[in-house]
């Protein structure tokens, strides 16, 4: 069965600051991963998709994660935080590209940013 | 803007009661997802349909059923209400092909 296990259910970043949230996969074949965000009161949002192409993901909103095989790993990061990056980001791990194939998320993490 | 509408945004229903969700898809989706999202954590998945045919089932009771009209819109129903259906259920639709999903804002569902 896949998972996913986002470490850490709350992240504090000043403004500026590098943004670091990290997701662990466990899955018995090549995973798709993915990251969507939720802003108050909204759905989900893809921010970025890992479908074996590329180990480095670019996103929107200036977002990258790396698929580090090694490690199961595919933490997301930004340079630099922005007050409206604060969110819940949520990993998602599926054995399937298309919307016909189930996601499994993990719990979430919420990021907040100060100013 | 996703193009995924659902209805009613918010709900109270009494333990026991049934409940009925709506949503409504882009022209061509036709792929509908529903997920959970109990207070504090992801989103489960519930079940999926396609051209109207439910083809794939996450861990959850036979009281959680659906309906997807070919008119792209879709329906969950949910029987006998218990407390822990309390959350945010998602809709979530997507073309043909290797196109990502497409989310609705949900409906806060709360069960007293």
């Known amino acids: 069965a896949q998972s996913v296990t986002q470490l850490g259910s709350h992240v504090s970043v000043s403004e500026g600051a590098l943004v670091l949230l990290r997701c662990n996969y466990s899955s018995s074949v090549p995973p798709y991963l993915f990251w969507y965000v939720q802003y108050p009161n909204q759905g989900l949002q893809l921010l970025l998709k890992?479908?074996?192409?590329?180990?480095l993901v670019k996103g929107i909103n200036g977002f990258e994660a790396e698929f580090k095989k090694s490690e199961t790993s595919f933490h997301l990061t930004k340079p630099s935080a922005h007050m409206s990056d604060a969110a819940e980001y949520f990993c998602?791990?599926?054995?399937?590209?298309?919307?016909?194939?189930?996601?499994?998320f993990g719990k979430g993490t919420r990021l907040s940013v100060i100013a | 803007e996703t193009g995924v509408t659902q209805s009613p945004t918010h709900l109270i229903k009494t333990r026991g009661q049934q409940v009925t969700l709506r949503c409504s898809s882009q022209?061509?989706?036709?792929?509908v997802s529903w997920y959970q999202q109990a207070l504090g954590q992801g989103p489960q998945f519930i079940f999926q349909?396609?051209?109207?045919?439910?083809?794939g089932r996450g861990n959850f009771p036979p009281r959680f059923s659906g309906l997807q009209f070919p008119n792209y819109s879709s329906e969950l129903n949910v029987n006998a209400l218990e407390l822990d259906d309390s959350a945010l259920y998602l809709c979530?639709?997507?073309?043909?092909?290797?196109?990502?999903?497409?989310f609705g804002n949900g409906t806060r569902l709360t069960v007293t």
């Open positions: 349909y396609y051209r109207e045919e439910e083809n």
């Open positions: 890992y479908t074996s192409a590329a180990t």
């Open positions: 022209s061509g989706h036709n792929t």
């Open positions: 979530a639709s997507s073309p043909p092909g290797n196109s990502p999903l497409h």
């Open positions: 998602a791990v599926s054995d399937g590209n298309s919307g016909n194939t189930p996601l499994v």
